[in-house]
């Protein structure tokens, strides 16, 4: 296997990493401490193409491979999760999805927008169906050219500021999940509401609410794939999303790293820097070797998935494991920090926080376990 990056991929890296020390960085303490979307930064995260960098360029995307994507996540991860994750979303389950099952006609009307200046969003979980996705309470009847869409769903990312919701609902419960199906929601369509705004312990920046659909007259034409495809086009979208939630979460634990190791180079205790103390090494050490882990898991899963290889094992197992190490690493970052790591000003705090939804979000850290035995015992 080959290690080294291409220059287009140093490139994107480095792209990535200005945009986020000189867009991102100023301002991220005050947008997490108000909950703050942020929405001029994910405006010109569009203008610079990491809103579709994946999608082909006839649709306005920036024909990347998913190598490119997951070094442009860690770098955005590393110093705001909340604007990463809107990027994830858009990313790999919105425009991925729609460009790898949407018809031409969804393409063009919604695709070419959400790679440059929309905003999507992926509606799946319900208050009653989160990790078993397959009990679907969201109906959607068949009225011949129309579905009635009524139903909740709840931790929706981006839920006010999309324009675009993929909303999975069940057409045909005698069908089990082979009557579920995917349909293309706009903003606005009448019976279409954004219920409250989670008041969440990390990522407090990203836009997460319950929505709520009542007689939504949805067309036809805005369903994805064949009638029942809902449930494998979730599942295989959801494959994807994977290594971008890993990929978030490599970028947390390099970000409070990164961090940690500044702070033991400029704080002295006992008369020497904390950074020339055996304790401190160790710590310091343990963090790096498996951030690089993780980091070998994220692209080998995403090196899978570019070669049009099988990746639901490794994408699984990079999101276990990138998210188990976020909490290791956040978490010794805060205590080399002392008490300045528990206060906001120092950035280690937040991180930690951020972390703890990478074991939940796009599969659970047991939902990823049970995916990985799976795969080795088929």
């Known amino acids: 296997m080959n290690f080294q990056l291409t220059e287009e991929h140093f490139a994107v890296q480095q792209a990535a990493r200005d945009f986020a020390q000189t867009e991102l960085l100023p301002g991220v303490i005050e947008r997490d401490a108000h909950q703050k979307f942020p929405t001029e930064q994910v405006r ?35 110093v705001d999760a909340s604007a990463s994750v809107c990027m994830s979303v858009n990313n790999s389950l919105v425009c991925w999805g729609l460009e790898k099952y949407g018809s031409e006609e969804q393409k063009e009307k919604y695709l070419k927008k959400l790679a440059v200046e929309g905003i999507g969003a992926f509606c799946l979980s319900e208050p009653e169906a989160g990790s078993d996705a397959t009990s679907q309470r969201t109906t959607a009847e068949d009225k011949g050219d129309y579905y009635l869409l009524n139903g909740t769903k709840n931790w929706i990312t981006n839920g006010s500021t999309a324009s675009v919701y993929i909303v999975i609902a069940q057409t045909d419960a005698s069908k089990k999940h082979k009557g579920i199906n995917a349909l293309i929601v706009e903003k606005g369509m009448p019976g279409f509401v954004v219920g409250k705004k989670e008041d969440k312990m990390g990522i407090r920046g990203s836009d997460t609410h319950s929505l709520m659909f009542t007689d939504v007259k949805v067309p036809k034409a805005n369903r994805i794939g064949d009638d029942g495809f809902g449930f494998s086009f979730a ?136 995916v990985i035995s799976r795969e080795l015992l088929r």
Not at 53 to 59: C, I, L, R
């Open 44 to 78: 010109k995260m569009g203008e610079l193409g990491f809103l579709g960098m994946m999608v082909d360029p006839k649709y306005n995307g920036g024909g990347m491979d998913s190598i490119s994507y997951v070094l442009a996540m860690e770098e955005i991860s590393k």
């Open 235 to 370: 599942m295989t979208t959801l494959n994807g999303g994977r290594i971008g939630i890993a990929s978030q979460a490599l970028g947390i634990a390099a970000g409070a790293y990164e961090l940690a190791v500044k702070y033991s180079k400029e704080r002295k205790a006992f008369g020497k820097m904390l950074a020339e103390h055996q304790a401190i090494q160790f710590k310091l050490a343990d963090m790096a070797t498996k951030i690089d882990a993780a980091r070998l898991l994220v692209h080998q899963a995403a090196w899978l998935k570019d070669q049009k290889k099988d990746f639901v094992k490794a994408a699984a197992m990079a999101k276990l494991f990138a998210s188990q190490i976020a909490q290791d690493v956040t978490t010794e970052a805060v205590q080399i920090h002392g008490g300045y790591g528990y206060v906001k000003e120092y950035h280690v705090e937040r991180l930690m926080r951020d972390a703890k939804i990478t074991q939940i979000y796009e599969g659970t850290t047991e939902i990823q376990k049970m």
